[in-house]
């Protein structure tokens, strides 16, 4: 009997703390649908209502539901770009500028080689939209490794610069002859669009995301560098002594972060929008950043949390069309939520 509690019991302890994080990262989401509710009803529309037809919209088909996975693709490409550095510490709010310049560089090959084969251009896609987000992010790591520039603020404003960077290449060089005054570029060739899963719109982008998570979790649990890893965010100093090179590290996980979310930028424009376009990102990079610190970082939990916030995201066009409400509706819903994260993370000291 009593080798029955020794082994039930590391069981219950996981699993206990797998719950209490899974509830704290729940909390900020009811209460700001609670927040939001009292916005619906100052504006006079009814919040069961707007809940009920969202949840319907999404949850009330097969369309719907896949809709709802479509955009958990980017939520967790872009999720994992900020979770990778958080973990030694590091704030990387530049997922978006990240899957943006992804995005182009991976419209370089179909865009020069349009004659590629399929298992030659969507591997080189790949390695291109890795390269590209890599790169825009490491810039941002090496300059906090050398203690040049805060990363929050480097990555922050390259956002900016890779959203007009985007909008250069499709009013100028990469501009679409065929498509007037519209900015964005030639059509991708059939080879460079990811394939599909079904009729819909799931593409294997998604099975890419989850790819991506479960590595993540593999390396932080499994090896000595995901050891490492949180050596450095629990006592950066320690660490140091300890003889790990944690610039290093800074530059490393900035490069693969921004690596994952140039992945991203490559599945969207090429599975959903078949060419590059300015804005095809309604602001992925900065929910994901949302998702990774509700999740704490956890990879278990960046899916969980990116499904929650791709029901609300795939609920504008409901509230749209059913409620008369304006898309940007679902910006003060998002902004509630972030606040009350930000809030709990700076009453933590505090409390212990």
């Known amino acids: 009997m009593s080798s029955v509690v020794t082994l039930s019991k590391p069981f219950y302890s996981r699993f206990s703390r797998h719950r209490d994080t899974l509830l704290a990262a729940g909390a900020p989401i ?20 707007t809940y009920r037809d969202v949840l319907q919209g999404t949850f009330g088909s097969v369309r719907g539901f896949t809709e709802v996975l479509v ?10 770009a900020v979770a990778i550095p958080a973990r030694i510490g590091m704030l990387n709010v530049g997922a978006e500028g990240q899957l943006y310049i992804g995005a182009i560089f991976a419209a370089y ?43 929050v603020l480097s990555t922050l404003l390259l956002n900016s610069v890779a959203g007009f960077g985007l909008q250069y290449l499709v009013f100028g060089v990469w501009h679409d002859p065929n498509s007037s005054n519209f900015p964005q570029s030639k059509p991708y060739p059939e080879a460079a669009v ?67 979310a140039g992945i991203g930028g490559m599945a969207e424009t090429s599975a959903i929008q078949g060419r590059l ?13 949302l998702i990774s610190w509700m999740s704490a970082h956890n990879p278990v939990l960046i899916v969980v949390m990116s499904f929650l916030l791709a029901v609300i995201t795939s609920g504008r066009d409901v509230l749209q069309i059913t409620q008369n ?14 606040f009350v994260v930000l809030a709990r993370r700076g009453r933590k000291p505090e409390e212990t």
């Open 194 to 260: 990811l394939p599909h899963i079904g009729s819909g719109r799931l593409h294997i982008g998604f099975m890419l995301a989850l790819a991506g998570v479960a590595l993540f979790w593999f390396v932080l649990q499994k090896t000595r560098w995901g050891y490492e890893m949180r050596a450095i965010g629990g006592n950066p100093e320690a660490a140091r002594r300890s003889g790990i090179p944690i610039s290093w590290y800074i530059v490393l996980l900035f490069v693969i972060g921004g690596g994952i």
């Open 71 to 80: 955009i958990m693709i980017p939520l967790m490409f872009c999720a994992l």
């Open 109 to 151: 090959v179909p865009l020069n080689w349009p004659g590629l084969r399929l298992q030659f251009m969507l591997p080189l896609m790949t390695l291109a939209g890795f390269l590209g987000g890599g790169l825009w992010a490491g810039l941002s790591g090496y300059l906090r490794a050398k203690g040049l520039l805060s990363e």
């Open 277 to 289: 376009r300015p804005g095809f990102s309604s602001s992925y990079g900065y929910i994901g950043f």
């Open 325 to 338: 409400l304006p898309g940007a509706a679902v910006n003060i819903l998002m902004a509630l939520i972030l």
């Open 30 to 49: 009811v209460i700001a649908l609670v927040g939001f509710a009292i916005v619906l009803e100052a504006y006079g529309k009814s919040p069961i209502a």
